[in-house]
C-alpha cells in the first residue's frame, strides 16, 4: 500500500528520493511536491506506517526548512 508524502519545498524532492531508496523505500512522484511510497519489507500497513514516520522524521530533523507530512 502506498502512503502519500507530501513536501513543503519540491526543490528537495530529489534527495527525498534518493535518501527513500537508500533506506529500502520505493519512492515515486505522484505530483508537485507530492510522492507515492512504498514500504515493501512492512508486514501489514501499520507497520509501513510507523517506518516511514519515524524516517521521515529523523530526515526532516536533517532539513528543517522543510515541512514533511504523511498522508
Known sequence: MAMKVHLS????LDVLIKDLLRGG???SVADD????VV???AHDARQAR???TFFL???QSRHP???VSVA
Open 65 to 67: 526548512e522543510v515541512e
Open 50 to 52: 510507523i517506518e516511514l
Open 33 to 36: 511536491g507530492m510522492l507515492d
Open 9 to 12: 519545498d519540491s526543490s528537495v
Open 57 to 59: 522524521r529523523a530526515w
Open 25 to 27: 523505500c520505493v519512492p
Open 39 to 41: 514500504q515493501p519489507d
